[in-house]
């Protein structure tokens, strides 16, 4: 910890010494680029100055709503330039987890979660079930009801579904219920666990993925595979695509548990940003057992304290 | 543990002596009278028999999708007598706990759940939000999309709700959150934690009350309050009601993880049932620390081996 102290505040000195230091920002989206569809203040004028310092900049989100291909036209339409490569997402890292492990193509995936997962998954050549179609499908209690399923099944995604219902409930408890104890090697998968998330401008949303998660875990008494932050997955990608080391890198986002652990876990440097979902009295509570290695108000920071 | 034995089989003796050392029998109603609508085979004989001997019988379900006065009606459609005072619910359990801590009429409750919970609070001088009303209706991520919230909301009651979604989700956990973080003394409620159940007479079903507990759960990160099995809420308005000493009763369920753990918590006598979700390879699993005093197939087997 620099200076000493549990959570010290970035200031010109660290922010020079951090920039030396690192050959690469890994950033978070959500609370740290954008709320929304809107971008947070000084993002640009910040990959601007950082790009040209010669920086490699990394965009790494848990949201798994869009894909990479997705991400990088949202990127354009707020005016940055980013490529799909420079993009990894929760809903890339299910889809090369299946690769990873040889998940055939001749079975299926059953998928709660929205468009990003159903791309990134066909991308990868693998066929998918269930996503935002079966949010209009019902399922009732009624007497002699049977469910159906597909036995060509074999793993089950849970991300982040604003189309979730008890139908999807069901199907995803029964899907991974016959994963795990009938068909052993059969996976189930979470994109990530956030418990909240904000993912409009105006404030935090209550549902993240980790509530869909924890229903489904509930049902089948098992904890799933999590591939998104904080587990190191994605960094053993992003390790492939790119000459780095991650000492030699920094992770900046707004959430203690998924960015700021995901950056400890790879070894990396980490800055906390209170432009999202975490507060400096969370920071600085006494249950807090997660500390960055610096914290400050935004992004944007880095540009005024780089030129003092 | 008689005989010795872990887990002992119910024979022509230990029934007698059951028979004989207790004044009531308490039946989980799921997989134990009846499977969805259809009676369980030698129920009518097995509670005849029971009555005849004098015993008292109360039925008591985590089960919070009817209320007492709705249970009582299945049991009559079925052919048995049972009076509402017989009839022990989680629906009605949460309606008690309010109650009993002076929530006040002024307040309203958000229920996840169906009909039976609605009523019970009713019936207790309680309004409600939320319910199969919300069902229909639907959110979308956003951008601007603001939560309007009724901030006499001081309770969050979850039970297994059929038309669970999304929507209901996030009010939920917005209002779990609202009434644990913004209003102290606010009450955040699970009927029960059961996470699969056998609400029809076909097969199991992938999601019970405790899924949906687990994602308003994880979105708070803190644990409700149960009042339904196994927790003892019930057992103390059963002793209100009824003049009975908890060593003379008998527990007799399909699940170890709420009916045998209440019976067990509660100080009574308990006997497992094969006819619900347990089967006897897991009840003599090593993982297994849940062990009741006696096991049978069904109840009906008490008729055959007190007439041996």
Same mark, same amino acid.
């Given at each position: 910890?620099? =200076?000493?102290?549990?959570?010290?505040?970035?200031?010109?000195?660290?922010?020079?010494?951090?920039?030396?230091?690192?050959?690469?920002?890994?950033?978070?989206?959500?609370?740290?680029?954008?709320?929304?569809?809107?971008?947070?203040?000084?993002?640009?004028?910040?990959?601007?100055?950082?790009?040209? $310092?010669?920086?490699?900049?990394?965009?790494? +989100?848990?949201?798994?709503?869009?894909?990479?291909?997705?991400?990088?036209?949202?990127?354009?339409?707020?005016?940055?330039?980013?490529?799909?490569?420079?993009?990894?997402?929760?809903?890339?890292?299910?889809?090369?987890?299946?690769?990873?492990?040889?998940?055939?193509?001749?079975?299926?995936?059953?998928?709660?979660?929205?468009?990003?997962?159903?791309?990134?998954?066909?991308?990868?050549?693998?066929?998918?079930?269930?996503?935002?179609?079966?949010?209009?499908?019902?399922?009732?209690?009624?007497?002699?009801?049977?469910?159906?399923?597909?036995?060509?099944?074999?793993?089950?995604?849970?991300?982040?579904?604003?189309?979730?219902?008890?139908?999807?409930?069901?199907?995803?408890?029964?899907?991974?219920?016959?994963?795990?104890?009938?068909?052993?090697?059969?996976?189930?998968?979470?994109? =990530?666990?956030?418990?909240?998330?904000?993912?409009?401008?105006?404030?935090?949303?209550?549902?993240?993925?980790?509530?869909?998660?924890?229903?489904?875990?509930?049902?089948?008494?098992?904890?799933?595979?999590?591939?998104?932050?904080?587990?190191?997955?994605?960094?053993?990608?992003?390790?492939?695509?790119?000459?780095?080391? +991650?000492?030699?890198?920094? $992770?900046?986002?707004?959430?203690?548990?998924?960015?700021?652990?995901?950056?400890?876990?790879?070894?990396?440097?980490?800055?906390?940003?209170?432009?999202?979902?975490?507060?400096?009295?969370?920071?600085?509570?006494?249950? =807090? +057992?997660?500390?960055?290695?610096?914290?400050? =108000?935004?992004?944007?920071?880095?540009?005024?304290?780089?030129?003092?």
């Amino acid at each position: 910890m620099a =200076n000493g102290l549990p959570n010290p505040l970035l200031t010109a000195d660290a922010a020079r010494s951090l920039v030396d230091s690192v050959d690469a920002f890994l950033f978070d989206c959500d609370g740290v680029i954008w709320k929304g569809d809107q971008l947070i203040e000084g993002v640009p004028e910040t990959l601007d100055l950082l790009r040209k $310092m010669g920086k490699k900049l990394v965009f790494v +989100t848990n949201n798994s709503r869009k894909s990479r291909r997705q991400y990088s036209k949202k990127f354009r339409a707020l005016g940055l330039e980013v490529t799909e490569e420079e993009i990894f997402t929760s809903s890339f890292a299910a889809a090369m987890f299946l690769k990873l492990n040889n998940f055939s193509p001749e079975k299926k995936v059953y998928v709660v979660g929205e468009d990003g997962i159903l791309e990134e998954l066909r991308l990868a050549g693998f066929e998918c079930l269930g996503g935002p179609e079966d949010g209009k499908k019902n399922i009732l209690l009624e007497a002699n009801f049977y469910f159906e399923h597909d036995k060509s099944v074999g793993a089950v995604i849970v991300g982040l579904d604003q189309y979730f219902n008890y139908y999807k409930m069901c199907y995803s408890c029964r899907y991974a219920s016959l994963c795990i104890r009938e068909n052993p090697g059969c996976l189930f998968i979470a994109t =990530n666990r956030d418990p909240t998330g904000h993912m409009t401008s105006v404030q935090e949303w209550p549902a993240g993925a980790g509530t869909m998660v924890a229903a489904v875990s509930c049902s089948v008494q098992k904890e799933p595979i999590v591939v998104g932050k904080p587990s190191s997955f994605l960094m053993d990608f992003l390790l492939k695509s790119f000459n780095l080391e +991650t000492s030699r890198m920094c $992770m900046v986002g707004d959430r203690l548990d998924t960015d700021i652990l995901f950056g400890q876990n790879t070894g990396c440097k980490t800055l906390l940003v209170l432009s999202g979902v975490t507060t400096l009295p969370e920071l600085q509570d006494a249950s =807090n +057992t997660i500390h960055p290695d610096l914290y400050t =108000n935004s992004v944007y920071d880095l540009v005024g304290l780089l030129q003092q």
